[in-house]
């Protein structure tokens, strides 16, 4: 039977042809990654296959498996073909008897130790298949290399909703049912992702296994409905993910003769723990960005909403430009409200896109021009893929989703289907048009509901196919609007951080980390996020209010600093004193933006629970080089730190009582305050 093991930098990557037990003469060929340090007997190792795949009318090649998981179904039945190998990875060809061919693709980055997995299916039967089920990757072998056994495993999540992005939720397998039965029937399933055009929703697509010694963790491409599953079947353990399936995605597609279907990728890595591989998937990410060049220095932003709350004008944006003069700022983002009917509210107006003349008199143009002039980049604010009740183009159905024959409607919302060639006419005017003809430089893309399942298709695929197609018709958007506008800045937001998943962040400048707008758990949820979200493309709000003590100012500067600073808020009293604490922290980031941008998370140490009456504190410690950045915020509570044993303080802001003493740093906390500390070695 077919074995090859390959070392890629620190890790041991073992293809091994398994039989599948109760079918007689029936193999197939799995995938399993350990540590090369762990010494893994590739003969214990219990595996299934690294293409999981499902046709319509598949058999179950295990018990119970039926409406729990489409994972070993009688298509996963293949033999190896071919496999070449280099330094940079290994392809494989798989085939079965009837003509389906699939290429495994691993490829291996050196520098962050990040592997990179997707999977191409061919179908040379000569008839029409029809997919239900093709995942980006499958890790088989999961368990003690020594034993095998699973039982001191944990699997690690990041659950998300609005304003909660990314929070690590951490199980015990024991705790998840994942054991083996003592007649060893059962598959035991733990599954999770989501349904819709709002990828990090409930979940983001991201899954760590970590146990004897070793984590595991995979992060996916999913621009729309997802899934991953821990597989428990007998002795063997399995991760495994991508698009989600007919059962968890109502997704089905028809692959002529000839054709070809590629999955999304998927990228893992093996580490110590899961702070080391969240580093790596992250350093991998940020390594594979191509932004403009205007991004290359991470600055800082201003964006009007949390200072006119939906209603720019000339007259309030002239003000604010004169109040912030002489800060380091170099984008300007007039967000939403510019387009507001006389007569209506900006918020459920959005998909006219008609600017207004009662609040640019004199046009959109010229404020554009007037940021400009201040040393600038003007950016503006666009909801496109959908419309808003109080919107004309609302109720030209014949450009919108439907499903089952009816538009989709949620609350407030419609959907226009991007597939038409009338819909891209129509946006190319209302947005590409209007970036160019007023001169703006960035947009911020928002995104705030989601079509869920999925919609019709004019040539009746499932629904989740349908949604699937959408999603990658607005990924195209960016390319044109990239085409459109040279060098133009792309904000990804959805309700802030709910459509911050790979591959669209792969085509973005920056994302908003969260709508968490001036909340005290902004550095919680900033923490959260930076553990999958290079810190450059990660904008966090720092608004500004008046008559708040220095305290709170220093609060929301040092909390941004987890990745991009975005100020905002009331600007236009600042007194001389608050300005220079502003400028301050401004000059203190600028010191540190190195570390934020290239930096390792060493901790993030947060005793935080309810995060919406939060009591606790947070140490959240970086590291580059012979350097570290220190961001420390209490919530409601009174506590001392001591940390960064072997460094000197080189620099602070902070109102907190500190001082150097043998252990390191001496921090003493107080309630709703926060610091930043640059210590060297």
């Not at 039926?66 to 990875?89: F, P």
């Not at 697509?205 to 621009?223: D, Q």
């Not at 919530?635 to 730190?641: F, P, V, Y």
């Amino acid at each position: 039977m077919f074995l090859k093991k390959y070392t890629f930098g620190d890790a041991e990557v073992i293809y091994r042809e398994v039989p599948i037990e109760g079918h007689d003469g029936k193999t197939t060929v799995g995938l399993a990654v350990y540590p090369k340090s762990a010494h893994a007997d590739s003969d214990k190792l219990m595996m299934d296959g690294l293409v999981q795949v499902a046709f319509s009318g598949d058999e179950a090649l295990v018990d119970y498996t039926e409406g729990v998981t489409m994972r070993d179904r009688s298509s996963t039945v293949l033999k190896m073909v071919s496999q070449s190998s280099d330094m940079g990875g290994v392809n494989t060809l798989l085939a079965d008897e009837e003509g389906n061919l699939y290429t495994h693709i691993l490829r291996y980055d050196r520098k962050s130790k990040v592997f990179a997995s997707k999977v191409i299916y061919e179908n040379c039967t000569g008839k029409i298949q029809t997919l239900e089920r093709l995942d980006s990757f499958s890790l088989s072998g999961i368990g003690d290399p020594r034993t095998g056994s699973t039982e001191q495993f944990k699997l690690h999540r990041m659950t998300s909703a609005w304003s909660r992005e990314c929070r690590v939720k951490t199980e015990n397998f024991s705790d998840l049912g994942l054991d083996m039965s003592w007649a060893r029937y059962g598959v035991k399933v733990e599954a999770w992702g989501q349904n819709g055009s709002m990828p990090n929703r409930g979940y983001f697509p991201f899954g760590a296994v970590e146990g004897a010694g070793y984590c595991l963790a995979v992060m996916i491409e999913a621009p729309y409905s997802w899934q991953m599953e821990v597989y428990k079947e007998k002795e063997s353990c399995a991760l495994s993910g991508g698009r989600a399936d007919h059962i968890r995605g109502h997704w089905r597609k028809e692959i002529l003769p000839g054709e070809r279907f590629e999955t999304d990728m998927a990228f893992f890595t093996v580490a110590a723990d899961l702070t080391a591989a969240c580093n790596a998937l992250v350093h991998f990410q940020d390594a594979r960005l191509a932004v403009p060049a205007s991004e290359e220095s991470m600055p800082v932003l201003f964006n009007e909403y949390c200072t006119t709350w939906g209603c720019p004008s000339e007259e309030n944006i002239t003000k604010i430009l004169a109040a912030i003069e002489g800060m380091p700022i170099d984008y300007f983002v007039i967000d939403c409200g510019w387009y507001k009917p006389d007569d209506k509210g900006w918020c459920n107006a959005i998909g006219d896109w008609e600017e207004s003349r009662q609040l640019f008199p004199a046009g959109i143009k010229r404020v554009a021009k007037k940021i400009r002039e201040a040393g600038k980049i003007p950016g503006v604010w666009f909801e496109f893929e959908n419309v808003g009740r109080d919107s004309k183009a609302f109720s030209r159905e014949e450009l919108l989703l439907h499903r089952d024959g009816r538009v989709i409607t949620s609350k407030n919302r419609r959907f226009l289907n991007l597939r038409l060639p009338e819909v891209e006419n129509y946006l190319t005017v209302r947005m590409l048009k209007f970036l160019r003809e007023n001169g703006f430089g960035y947009i911020k893309i928002d995104y705030n509901d989601t079509y869920g399942i999925g919609c019709d298709s004019e040539d009746g695929a499932a629904l989740g196919e349908g949604g699937a197609e959408v999603a990658e018709q607005s990924l195209a958007w960016l390319e044109k609007l990239k085409a459109a506008v040279p060098g133009l800045v792309i904000e990804n937001c959805s309700s802030g951080g709910s459509r911050i998943e790979p591959k669209r962040m792969g085509m973005a400048s920056m994302c908003s980390f969260s709508d968490a707008h001036e909340c005290n758990e902004i550095p919680l949820v900033a923490a959260n996020v930076s553990r999958v979200i290079p810190a450059r493309q990660s904008q966090i709000w720092a608004v500004l209010r008046d008559g708040e003590p220095d305290s709170r100012t220093i609060y929301s500067l040092t909390a941004a600093m987890i990745g991009r600073i975005c100020l905002s808020g009331d600007v236009l009293h600042l007194t001389e004193a608050k300005r220079a604490l502003i400028l301050d922290g401004l000059a203190f980031y600028n010191k540190v933006k190195d570390i934020v941008r290239y930096g390792n998370i060493l901790k993030i140490d947060n005793t935080v629970e309810y995060y919406r009456a939060p009591k606790g504190r947070q140490l959240y410690v970086k590291s580059y080089g012979q350097r570290l950045l220190v961001l420390v915020h209490f919530l409601d509570c009174e506590e001392d730190i001591v940390c960064a044993k072997g460094y000197r303080l080189a620099a602070a802001f902070t109102d907190l009582d500190h001082s150097e003493c043998q252990d390191g740093l001496h921090i003493s906390g107080r309630r709703f305050h926060g610091g930043a500390f640059l210590l060297e070695k």
